[in-house]
């Protein structure tokens, strides 16, 4: 169960990270 709680834990930050990458990236061309 923790391990599971793990990959769900690695799974979220990966997607934050993702998503403020992007949205760097969205500004940068903006401005």
Request: net charge negative; with cysteine; glycine share 6%.
């Amino acid at each position: 169960m923790i391990g599971k709680l793990k990959d769900i834990l690695l799974e979220d930050i990966l997607t934050t990270s993702l998503i403020i990458y992007c949205s760097g990236w969205v500004l940068s061309i903006l401005f």
